[in-house]
């Protein structure tokens, strides 16, 4: 199992309020999302192709943090995206996810 990098990308956007750059700075300093995007990661590798819900589905991960920590692991180039496809759990329009 490949362990997740230091992934420096904003955890909040400027536009949102400074409660949610708090939360972003605890969650990075405390450990946490590292913690989630290796969770992640690995969920991605054990189910390939899945939308971000049916990730969190399958794994039993929280559907908000999947969806938070597919992105900064795209940035970091331990995932990549796939097509939309109607996702099985929501059945909207979704991407898909698998490990690179």
Not at 9 to 37: F, V, W, Y
Not at 89 to 96: C, E, L, P, Y
Request: glycine share 4%.
């Amino acid at each position: 199992m490949s362990s997740v990098p230091d992934i420096q990308t904003p955890a909040a956007r400027n536009s949102d309020p400074e409660t949610s750059h708090l939360a972003a700075e605890e969650i990075t300093k405390s450990g946490k999302r590292k913690a989630q995007q290796q969770k992640v990661l690995n969920a991605v590798k054990k189910f390939p192709n899945r939308t971000s819900a049916e990730i969190a589905n399958r794994s039993k991960l929280d559907r908000y943090a999947v969806a938070r920590r597919l992105p900064e692991l795209a940035t970091a180039g331990l995932v990549k995206r796939g097509n939309a496809r109607q996702c099985r759990i929501n059945h909207r329009q979704a991407i898909v996810w698998s490990p690179v």
